[in-house]
């Protein structure tokens, strides 16, 4: 689920803008899973352009507010949506935490990292849902340790089936500013790509893991 198709839109546009999503249809980048893809997206990159970083941080704010009410605390995913995760709760003027994809092997051991009270409630920062599983891990460390997780916000989805299902079967929501759908639209109304290579990018996330250019 988006936050509305105007904030999708210029979402959409300003990843495009400034490079943290780039779409190369004729010439795919190879994901660290081995996956072959047309896309690739590091919103890490938005960090760099205060602009966007603005934009993104009261938009995501606006969004858990307005969906979940101001929550006790938020939780980052490492390492993607740390920072962002930070201005997020700063906006908000509540606590943040970070989740770990698991445990410290040294030290307390820590897989959530900051200050967490059991019983609070907690709304989960994404940069980006591909499959769901990292999101879905950090929930549940936050489960466990007593939290009371109301949801999730990312800024990017690639609107993969498997990422809806594991949310679905987990019976929790996410929403995100912007999703693979509205890209594609952003990146033919500004003539980043053709009709024909829409239609490489769009045969790609029906069956990314099989996807041959």
């Known amino acids: 689920m988006i936050l509305n198709k105007d904030t999708a839109k210029k979402t959409a546009e300003l990843l495009l803008q400034v490079k943290a999503i780039k779409l190369s ?4 980048f190879t994901w660290a899973s081995g996956w072959k893809s047309p896309i690739y ?3 890490r990159v938005t960090l760099s352009y205060p602009a966007v970083r603005l934009y993104l941080k009261e938009q995501i704010a606006k969004l858990v507010e307005d969906k979940y009410g101001k929550p006790d605390v938020i939780a980052g995913v490492a390492t993607g949506a740390i920072a962002i995760g930070v201005l997020v709760a700063q906006e908000l003027g509540v606590p ?4 770990r994809p698991e445990p410290k092997k040294h030290g307390r051991k820590n897989q959530i990292e ?13 940069d ?9 891990n950090a929930i549940k460390a936050l489960k466990e340790a007593n939290a009371t997780v109301k949801g999730m916000v990312a800024i990017f989805s690639y609107g993969f089936a498997i990422a809806n299902d594991t949310f679905n079967d987990y019976g929790l929501d996410f929403t995100t500013l912007s999703n693979y759908e509205v890209l594609l639209e952003q990146a033919l109304e ?3 790509i053709t009709q024909k290579e829409l239609q490489t990018l769009e045969s790609w996330r029906l069956n990314p893991s099989e996807w041959k250019q």
């Open 25 to 28: 249809p004729n010439d795919p």
């Open 41 to 43: 997206c590091d919103n």
């Open 96 to 99: 943040f935490v970070y989740v």
């Open 114 to 126: 900051g200050f967490l009270e059991s019983g609070q409630n907690v709304v989960v920062i994404e």
């Open 128 to 136: 980006l849902i591909s499959t769901g599983k990292s999101s879905l």
């Open 190 to 192: 500004s003539n980043y």
